[in-house]
């Protein structure tokens, strides 16, 4: 079997990600899985799944749809290719709530004062 060109890869930050991931259904999890696998092995990510949140200072959004459901894993890029995966959730109306972007560039802040 051949290995995949990666052209980005993802990483999770301390257990913000994963405790929402683990309670989704099977169903739900394939897909993010999914989702993630072609946002690292596609040169170019199209906004359905991967867009930059207007007005932050370099916060992206993994976007993830599972029949009706959508659901949105907030993201930063470190050193390019990184990808590190913040809060996520499921987004019930049209507009991303503050609070969800809020949290998500607190997480990104610590993050980067984590590595210095």
């Known amino acids: 079997m051949s290995k995949k060109l990666k052209h980005r890869n993802i990483i999770f930050y301390k257990n913000y990600f994963s405790e929402f991931f683990i309670?989704?259904?099977?169903?739900?999890?394939?897909?993010?899985?999914?989702?993630?696998?072609?946002?690292?092995?596609?040169?170019?990510?199209p906004e359905t799944y991967l867009k930059h949140?207007?007005?932050?200072d370099g916060l992206y959004e993994?976007?993830?749809?599972?029949?009706k459901n959508?659901?949105?894993i907030f993201c930063f890029f470190d050193k390019g290719k990184l990808i590190v995966l913040a809060n996520a959730f499921y987004k019930?109306?049209?507009?991303t709530p503050k609070k969800e972007i809020k949290k998500a560039l607190?997480?990104?802040?610590?993050?980067?004062?984590e590595k210095k």
């Not at 607190?106 to 004062?113: D, G, L, S």
């Open 53 to 56: 949140i207007e007005n932050t």
């Open 106 to 113: 607190k997480i990104k802040e610590e993050y980067y004062n």
């Open 70 to 72: 959508i659901y949105r």
């Open 23 to 45: 309670t989704q259904t099977d169903k739900v999890k394939n897909k993010i899985i999914w989702t993630f696998e072609l946002i690292e092995e596609i040169p170019r990510v």
């Open 62 to 67: 993994i976007r993830v749809q599972s029949g």
């Open 92 to 95: 019930k109306t049209q507009k």
